[in-house]
């Protein structure tokens, strides 16, 4: 008889000599996360010892402070399916040990049987233990209703006057927290249920902002904030907050929350991703690019850092991958670095759009990413495009050498995937397959030809008129390998949805750029009737556009054609630019803007003429 004492001595005291090696783990500077799996290990084994003899009431203390350490130890190394099955077994053994048999597959029925037999004997504590890691394992679920339902069982006696409510139960819940000086344990009761009930009121106030009830998501984290939680998981609080506010339509307020979260944890990257989507949003480009910046580094400095830190519970695991998803959604450094750069060009920062595209190219690079099969053109632009907003950035830094370089790569990689004739059918539905096909041919054609007429510019640029020709040529000729039977196709859906005219009508835009800048270099080299040839095209693919018109008379002036001149440049100044038919992407609006071509003399002599006729 003897013999089950000294063994309850023996196990007590490899309970705490675990537990001590984790404590002084969890205090140094950064948490080993071998420690953890050594620990969660020899628990298990410890735990297999203890249940490998049958259950008695002197032992269940020890088995059951045994089987919370476990489960504990093994969160961020097993299943919760494992936990689960192990914290099942504990709790028949707990009801063999009192004298209860009881067998039943649902875990609410179980807890029920648990709780009625044990619930007033001095085990009290050490049930409550278990009955928090089962809240644990529920919440990282989002199993709310069963949650409800086992915080229920903890206290019959209470009168519930109001409707079920899980914060009300939360709020209210009694359990014994006292702890054994004699039976260390990895985390203290009281902490885990502070943490388990903070996690709780979020999942909750998440919940009714996936179904859209900000108002009721407000009072949910109002509660939150003044529970007990660690200051990051406070930080979320305040940018969930915010969430709420930008979803009602107040931003003023949402950026107020955002502010105290990067304030409370400044590594609350998904507030500093919010302000910068609310600044958008207000128009306020300065300040969504600084935000964009911060964000930018502050996820840089993460990701150098050496993230060896080991925990037990943390707020991401209670929370479960989509909650947290949904909390801390945050755009990959690819994609906030492509947003940084995309937004200082398109607002005049090009300087800084530069080094921000080149570092871009240069993590693909290093990432070794197709240029081609990378990208899915929704979360991050496919690769492609990437190249030629980088070209287009460094041809308004007026860099066309390097500018040159980085639309090589678009035409080489390209090149095979070109077809030689794509002929379009306005009036022929596409099945879903051929249909995404088709995209991916006219998107071929595209890029290689802006490519090129990126290229065209680069060398009109550098006073190489020649080979501007030449790429302008290129660029024609390969926009119209895509062919439409109907005239009237802009009338008709092409195909299956609106992407595809789209693509189209881009197209025809960037045909008639490519006509419109080969008609001027043939303006610069005196070749007056293909410049008119050319001009009057582009201004069929891009009607009003105000400079092709103007180089138009410009033509029509140096042959001799003086009313056609006049008539041209009364049009041009009489009417405003017509409104874009199409929003065209990045790296195609640049040309005709920067055109350097000088109408003043044009414009004088106009002006004399048409004077001339008045008298």
């Known amino acids: 008889m003897s013999v089950v004492p000294c063994l309850v001595d023996k196990w007590s005291e490899e309970n705490n000599s675990i537990v001590l090696t ?42 059951m402070t045994v089987s919370y350490n476990t489960f504990l130890f093994s969160l961020s190394v097993s299943e919760a399916s494992e936990i689960e099955a ?18 039943c597959s649902d875990p609410v029925q179980l807890w029920e049987a648990v709780l009625q037999t044990l619930g007033s004997s001095v085990c009290v504590p050490y049930v409550h233990k278990l009955l928090l890691i089962q809240w644990m394992l529920w919440l990282m679920q989002c199993q709310l209703e069963r949650v409800l339902a086992l915080l229920m069982q903890t206290d019959h006696k209470r009168e519930r006057s109001a409707p079920l409510n899980l914060q009300t139960e939360t709020r209210n819940l009694a359990l014994s927290m006292e702890e054994d000086s004699s039976l260390m344990v990895a985390m203290a ?25 900000y108002f009721e998501a407000l009072d949910i984290f109002q509660e939150a904030k003044g529970l007990p939680s660690p200051r990051r998981l406070l930080a979320q609080i305040h940018n969930l907050t915010g969430q709420s506010f930008a979803k009602r339509g107040q931003p003023h307020c949402a950026l107020h929350f955002y502010r105290k979260a990067v304030e409370v944890d400044c590594a609350c ?27 930018y580094s502050a996820v840089q400095l993460q990701s150098d850092k050496n993230s060896s830190c080991a925990s037990l519970v943390s707020p991401a695991t209670l929370l479960g991958g ?12 690819s994609l906030i670095l492509h947003t940084l750069a995309h937004t200082c060009v398109s607002n005049g920062s090009i300087s800084d759009g530069v080094e921000y595209y080149l570092d871009l190219l240069a993590s693909l690079q290093t990432d070794g990413k197709d240029i081609i099969h ?31 370089v980085v639309c090589e790569d678009v035409v080489t990689s390209t090149l095979d995937f070109i077809p030689e004739r794509l002929m379009l059918d306005a009036d022929e539905k596409q099945n879903v397959a051929s249909y995404d096909v088709i995209l991916q041919n006219v998107d071929y054609v595209l890029w290689a030809g802006a490519a090129h007429l990126l290229q065209a510019q680069a060398h009109w640029n550098l006073k190489d008129t020649k080979e501007a020709i030449t790429n302008f040529t290129r ?141």
């Open 374 to 404: 990378t990208g899915d053109g929704t979360s991050f632009p496919r690769i492609p495009v990437v190249y030629l907003e980088a070209g287009f950035a460094l041809l308004k830094a007026k860099r066309f050498s390097d500018a040159l």
């Open 22 to 63: 984790w404590k002084q783990n969890e205090r140094g500077l950064e948490p080993n996360q071998g420690v953890l799996k050594r620990c969660c290990s020899e628990s298990r084994k410890l735990l297999q010892k203890i249940q490998g003899i049958p259950a008695a009431p002197e032992r269940l203390a020890l088995e």
């Open 189 to 213: 009761a009281k902490d885990l249920k502070d943490l388990l009930h903070v996690c709780t009121v979020i999942c909750q106030g998440v919940e009714q902002m996936k179904m859209e009830k």
């Open 475 to 615: 660029a024609i000729n390969t926009v119209v390998k895509v062919f439409i039977k109907q005239k009237d196709w802009k009338q008709k859906h092409l195909g299956n949805t609106e992407a595809l005219v789209e693509r189209i009508m881009t197209l025809e835009v960037a045909k008639g750029q490519a006509l419109a800048g080969r008609g001027l270099c043939f303006l610069e080299k005196g070749q007056l009737k293909e410049a008119l040839r050319d001009l009057h095209l582009s201004l069929q693919m891009t009607p009003g556009c105000k400079t092709f018109k103007m180089l138009l008379s410009e033509v029509l002036w140096r042959l001799d054609r003086r009313e056609e001149a006049s008539a041209h440049w009364r049009e041009t100044h009489s009417t405003s630019d017509a409104p874009k038919s199409v929003n065209l992407p990045l790296y195609l609006q640049l040309w005709p803007d920067d055109t350097t071509f000088d109408f003043s003399e044009l414009k004088k002599k106009v002006v004399e003429y048409i004077e001339a006729k008045k008298s």
């Open 269 to 295: 990257h998904s507030a500093l991703y919010q302000s910068a989507l609310v600044f958008r949003q207000l128009g306020n480009t300065k300040a969504e690019m600084e935000a964009l910046h911060l964000l």
């Open 322 to 333: 989509e909650q947290m998803t949904f909390i801390s959604r945050v755009p990959s450094p």
């Open 86 to 103: 192990g914290l099942t077994h504990s709790l028949l053994r707990a009801l063999e040990a009192a004298g209860s048999q009881v067998s």
